[in-house]
């Protein structure tokens, strides 16, 4: 086995190297990252993982998948919003109590919310406590090559400044498209992922388009369903926190005076809902109000009566993907529970009345 320089477990007081993987809503962060997780290596794995939406879906589907490199204890969630906005309140304590557990781990992955600026989080290991223990291993950037290559990250400036027009308070040209290169501009490594649902001149212009949308250079490989050799992931050796000056947010390059970023662009919320009989129907309807709407994303489980296993809902776009992942636990209650996120106009009576529906 080879290590990095940053990343060899045998050396006393070396830094414990720690990945960072960022990358829009359902790029394919979460399936990446248990692909890792299977194929460790032998590295005992702590993951830190933060959602948008308060529903915590990944971290409930990775402590599912039972990978022996990565403990339920080593799995810590931070729900108190994206992890670009609550790096002093909770990033920093959540290291800094994990750095003090015993048994520290040999790696820590970290799975931004795929609405996170990957920036702040970037700079805050080069706090004085994080920098003398932790570095940055390298930045994975995860891109769902179908949405590149349906467009969903091209700016549609008619829509853009339509939106601007009805509310004086949209400062960007497009928070879709400026995340999208802002979480680009912050990778070493970039994933085109779900190379599945395209043929090859397909992947081949998006690699060009990706590759327009960033002045770095970084690395570029392919992949389906997240399946990059652990290898290949972990064990980069950057010291990204030492290189954040060179891959400034388009929102740090606009408010270098310190405005504060926020996510007032995008919404979510959580729908509750009774046991889904016919789960075909509701998925299909789910369908119809994901792209009626322009629901960016949504997932969840439901509890399907007579099954002993849960459904997991997976909508990125208009792609839905149901499977039973696991087993409902003894004493686990059996609910239906779907987080929808949207942007900012999201029309939430509606869409929240039409899930209820396609649910009866
Ligand atoms: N066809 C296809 N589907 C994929 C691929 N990778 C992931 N998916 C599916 O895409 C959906 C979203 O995947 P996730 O891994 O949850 O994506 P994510 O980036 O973690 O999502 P968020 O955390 O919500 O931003 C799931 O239904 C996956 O099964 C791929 O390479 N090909």
């Known amino acids: 086995m080879t290590f990095s320089k940053t990343g060899d477990r045998k050396t006393p007081g070396a830094k414990i190297p720690a990945t960072v993987i960022t990358g829009f809503l359902g790029a394919g962060k979460t399936t ?47 729900t108190n919003g994206c992890i670009c906005c609550t ?62 290559a349906a467009g969903r990250f091209a700016d549609d400036h008619d829509k853009v400044d339509a939106a601007r027009a009805e509310d004086d308070n949209l400062d960007h040209e497009s928070p879709i498209e400026e995340l999208f290169e802002d979480q680009l501009t912050a990778a070493d490594l970039i994933v085109l992922n779900k190379t599945d649902l ?6 081949e212009a998006v690699r060009r388009e990706v590759a327009s949308r960033t002045t770095r250079k970084p690395m570029m490989i392919e992949a389906a369903n997240g399946a990059v050799p652990a290898s290949v992931l972990l064990g980069l050796g950057v010291g990204t926190e030492d290189d954040i000056a060179n891959r400034k947010s388009h929102h740090e390059m606009e408010h270098e005076a310190g405005e504060e970023h926020d996510h007032d662009e995008f919404a979510s919320f959580v729908v509750e809902l009774g046991p889904i009989a016919d789960t075909t129907a509701f998925v299909s309807r789910l369908k119809e109000i994901v792209s009626a709407h322009d629901v960016l994303r949504l997932k969840g489980f439901a509890d399907v009566p007579g099954k002993p296993m849960r459904l997991l809902i997976q909508a990125v776009g208009t792609r839905i993907d149901p499977y039973f992942d696991r087993a409902w636990a003894a004493g686990e209650v059996r609910r239906t529970r779907l987080v929808v996120i949207g942007l900012h106009d999201l029309d939430e009576a509606a869409v929240r009345a039409a899930i209820v529906a396609a649910a009866a």
Do not use: Y
């Open 32 to 78: 990446m990252i248990r692909n890792i997780l299977e194929n460790a290596d032998g590295r005992r794995i702590a993951l830190i993982i933060n959602e948008f939406g308060d529903l915590g879906v990944d971290g409930d589907v990775l402590k599912g998948c039972g990978a022996e490199a990565c403990s339920e204890d080593d799995i810590i969630e931070l």
């Open 87 to 148: 790096v002093a309140d909770d990033f920093i304590p959540t290291m800094t109590r994990l750095l003090e557990r015993e048994g520290r781990p040999d790696h820590i992955v970290i799975e931004t919310s795929g609405l996170a600026l990957p920036q702040p989080l970037i700079a805050a290991f080069n706090w004085p406590d994080i920098r003398t223990q932790v570095t940055v291993d390298g930045v994975i950037t995860v891109v769902d090559s179908a949405a590149v």
């Open 198 to 203: 395209l043929d090859a001149a397909g992947i």
